[in-house]
């Protein structure tokens, strides 16, 4: 099993991006990196977006969800 990363479905996730761009949660994957460090606790995750339809990836970056 891969365990890089955990993906959630778009439309269940509450994004804080502002600048999405052309698209809706419900149209997208939201892939989070298990990227965590000890002593990091207190910072935005970072997260990939990925159309559900296309396969492209739409935003990566931080989730804005930092606190």
């Known amino acids: 099993m891969f365990k890089a990363a955990s993906v959630r479905d778009g439309a269940a996730v509450r994004l804080g991006i502002y600048n999405r761009g052309n698209w809706a ?4 994957w939201v892939v989070y990196p298990n990227d965590w460090t000890p002593g990091t ?3 935005s995750s970072q997260i990939i977006v990925i159309c559900k339809r296309t396969g492209r990836v739409l935003y990566e ?3 804005q969800d930092e606190g």
């Open 41 to 43: 606790e207190l910072h």
């Open 61 to 63: 970056g931080s989730a």
């Open 25 to 28: 949660s419900e149209d997208a």
